[in-house]
Each structure stands twice: as C-alpha cells, then as structure tokens.
C-alpha cells in the first residue's frame, strides 16, 4: 500500500498548474554559495499582537535573523534589513549589498520576518477577522517595538541604525523614517511602489517598454500577433482547439467565465511580468531570440505558449486553468493569502490590461472586477471595487503618496523594473534623500553585491548607496 499512496502524492505534487506572480519572493543574493560558512543565528522576540489598543494584551513571537561576525562593538551601528511578504532567510545576512555596509563600517546585522509571513504568526488561521492586524501600520510598530528592545542592551544604546529594504519592504523603510524619524539615522529603499494604486495598468506598459528597448521592434511585433492570434482563437471552435494545443492545456477552457479568461490572460502577463522584474541585462534579449529562431514554437501563438511552457518547466499540461482553482491557491494559511489580504486592504497593486497599444491591451479580461472578485470570494463579499479604491486612498493619504516627506532615504529604481512606475523615479526625494533611477536595472538589483552582467551605473549606484551611508555614519 505505501509504494502506491506515495506515488499518489508524487503525482499530485507534480501536477502543473498556474501560479500568479503577485507576490514578491526575495530569492538570498546570487553570491551566497560561496559564503554559506558565515555565522547567521535566529531568534524570536516577544511583540504586541496590536499596538495601537493598550487594552489588547496578546502577544506573538516575531522571527529574526541575526549576524554578530563583523560588529565591532559597543556603538558600532546597527544594520536591520526588513522583511516584506515572504519568509525571511539565512542568506541576506551572508551576502548582498547590505552585508557589505556591514563589514565595512563593522555593523551589526539583523534581518526581520513581517508578521503573518514564514514563521511569524500572530494567528495561524488566516480567516478575515484573524487577518484584521496585518497591515503597515502595525509592521511599522513592531520594527520600532524591536529597535526599542534592541537599545535596552548596552551595546546597542548608542549604536546608530540603518534600515534597508527592497520591493514593499522598501516602502516600510520610507515610510519609518518618515513616521519614526527619532529612531534611525538613514534608510535605503530599494525599487519601492510607494503610490498605492489599484488599477496598475502601468505595471504591463513596463513590461511592454522592456520587451521594447530589450528585445526591438520584431520582438515585440512577434509577441503583439501571438496575443492577438489567441484572442481571435477564442472565437470559434477550431480556433479553440489550437489554442489549446499552443499553449498545452489539459482541458479547454470555459470560454463563457470571464473570471476563467481573467486567469488563462494572467498565465499570460504573469510569465512575462516574471520575467523581467528579475532580468539581469541579456535576459530578455534571450527570450526574443528564441522568439526569432522558432525555439518556443513555429507560429506566434505556439511561440508564447512554448515560452510560457519553457519557462515554467512544464513536465506535462496545464491543468485546473479554471476561477475555483485560483481561488483555491488562496485558500491555505500561507505568505501568498497574507500578502492578497494587504492587495484588498491596502495597496489594490492589480497588474490589469493596459489600454494604452501596449501588446498585452487584448487581455481586457484582467480589469479591476476580476482582482476584485478574488478579494471578495477568498476574505470578505464587502471587499468590492469601492471598498479597495477606499483602502488605496487611505494608504495615499496617510504617507503622501509620491510626495514623502523624509530625510536620509536613498530611494532606488531601474527602469525595467514594472514596480517603478509607482515610485518616485524622476526627481530627489529631497536634498537629503537622493534618487537613483538605472537604466536596464530590474527590481531590487542594488541589494546584491556585484554582479558579473551588471552595467558599469549599476555598479556605481551599489558603490553611491555604500558611501552615502558610511558618510551618515561617520558624520
Ligand atoms: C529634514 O532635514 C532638514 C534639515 O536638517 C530639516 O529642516 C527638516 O525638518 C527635516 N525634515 C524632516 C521631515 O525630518
């Protein structure tokens, strides 16, 4: 019986299905393997489960990471890079730009889990009423409740502390300085939306430029038919049939739920969306060459299908392409419910169809609704299209939007990095906080170290953030 129930498993587990690309999942920098010897330990601290209720006295246990090798002592500075929605790992404190701040100027290092990600559970059950103190708000709170605790040792009392944080968490770190100027000298933010926005139609516009000023002019005309073609597919019966087989779907599809053709467009976008927020320089050049030289497929809808295929590593077919079952990816008790709970409360953030001759403006069944419908069906039927404008609006108001006021912040963007189309990209912060926007640079690339398919600016901009934050230091 038990070489038959694991086979069971196995065959489960293997099964293909589509996984958006809405969270960030902060992969440990690329230079880790050779550092793995590095001392990082962890620890859990004890933290109010609502800070803003002297009443409620619950608590939880808050995940952090820590790397003493390089402190130098009483007073030398602190370094916390902060978590954002993913679980927090041993490889940020062993390698990365951050790490090098710290061996350079002989910091300490911590690195922080948010709470209701990884290990940091307020409540374990993630039901809408368990899940109504996870927001920024309180984020914020525990990181000043842990630099509060940190200054009541000695050593720390007179240590100045940087914060460094990428994608949401480079929000967090802008937002702090901004909210708790009193308890950290500098902060870098690195690639952060701080403009909540729900209808994010500039996200796809990015991606399109990338594919652009990337790939050229054939690649983009390449990618416009393959999505045209699919969209036309879908009209009679053997159209269907080829679309199917293009883009190797076990069953066809409900061509009758626009929730359904919501998610088939999603497996579209999200796999180009995956791919450059993460392009290092020559990446998207590749995946157009394999357009050209019919590597993914002969016609341009087989070539987006094979892409898609390719680059997931598909084993088989795509199965489960229906809304149930992306409802159902959010139904579990993990970082990717959590982080589509701050979507619907906070920050809208949906990736919807441009409307602006972008290649990806035919996938008009990814709008508001669709997002909307998601939020409504795996939280709370009250979280509408109006409640979640609301929400956005709220988070504008409360931090400024694109006019932070806020000091000592090195705010960091690449161009094709969609993210910073809701970021402040194009002007100083203010004369203390400067910006950096990189040409070709992607999301969050200064937190790594040196890269060999960096460019000669991104080189530079990891090196400016580096010396302007020792210069804080030893001012
Ligand atoms: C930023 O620094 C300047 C110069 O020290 C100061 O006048 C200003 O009040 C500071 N602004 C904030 C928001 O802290």
């Not at 590593?313 to 149930?324: A, E, I, M, R, V």
């Amino acid at each position: 019986m038990i070489p038959l129930i694991l086979l069971l498993f196995v065959a489960w587990s293997c099964a293909d299905e589509v996984v958006p690309n809405l969270r960030v999942d902060m992969q440990p920098p690329e230079e880790l393997q050779a550092a793995a010897t590095r001392n990082v330990h962890t620890a859990f601290i004890t933290m109010p489960v609502d800070h803003f209720d002297p009443q409620n006295a619950d608590t939880f246990q808050m995940r952090f990471m820590y790397n003493e090798d390089y402190f130098g002592g009483d007073g030398y500075p602190v370094f916390i890079l902060v978590g954002g929605e993913w679980s927090i790992a041993e490889g940020w404190l062993r390698g990365g730009n951050m790490f090098q701040m710290a061996v350079e100027n002989r910091g300490y290092q911590f690195y922080t889990e948010h709470r209701y990600y990884g290990q940091t559970l307020p409540y374990t059950e993630f039901t809408a009423e368990n899940l109504r103190f996870l927001n920024v708000d309180q984020a914020l709170a525990d990181l000043a409740y842990f630099i509060k605790e940190l200054k009541k040792q000695p050593r720390f009392a007179n240590s100045k502390i940087i914060l460094y944080g990428g994608s949401y968490a480079g929000n967090m770190v802008l937002w702090f300085k901004q909210r708790y100027p009193h308890l950290v000298l500098g902060t870098v933010a690195s690639s952060a939306p701080i403009l909540a926005e729900v209808d994010f139609t500039g996200y796809l516009e990015v991606v399109h430029d990338a594919f652009l000023s990337e790939g050229g002019e054939q690649c983009i005309t390449t990618i416009r038919q393959g999505i045209l073609d699919t969209v036309a597919a879908m009209e009679t019966e053997a159209g269907r049939r080829s679309l199917e087989a293009a883009y190797r779907l076990c069953e066809p599809l409900d061509y009758d739920d626009e929730l359904t053709l919501g998610y088939f467009s999603g497996m579209i976008t999200w796999r180009f969306s995956g791919v450059t927020q993460t392009a290092s320089p020559g990446r998207i050049i590749t995946v157009c060459n394999n357009f050209r030289t019919n590597a993914y497929g002969e016609t341009p809808m087989q070539k987006i299908g094979g892409f898609i295929a390719v680059e997931a590593g598909l084993q088989d077919c795509w199965s489960g392409l229906n809304f149930q079952s992306l409802l159902n990816l959010y139904s579990s008790n993990n970082n990717n419910r959590a982080w589509y709970y701050q979507t619907c409360t906070e920050y809208g953030y949906f990736q919807n169809a441009p409307r602006s001759g972008t290649v990806f403006d035919p996938l008009k069944w990814l709008d508001i609704s669709f997002y909307a419908e998601i939020c409504k069906e795996a939280f709370n039927e009250r979280f509408d299209e109006s409640f979640i404008l609301s929400a956005a609006s709220r988070v504008n108001q409360i931090f400024g939007g694109l006019r932070p006021d806020v000091n000592n912040t090195i705010n960091i963007h690449g161009t094709i990095d969609p993210w910073h189309a809701l970021g402040v990209h194009n002007r100083d912060l203010k004369e203390t906080s400067p910006t950096f926007t990189v040409p070709r640079a992607s999301h969050c690339f200064d937190m790594q170290n040196w890269l060999s398919t960096d460019t000669i600016q991104m080189t530079q901009v990891k090196q400016n953030t580096r010396r302007i934050v020792g210069s804080w230091l030893n001012d």
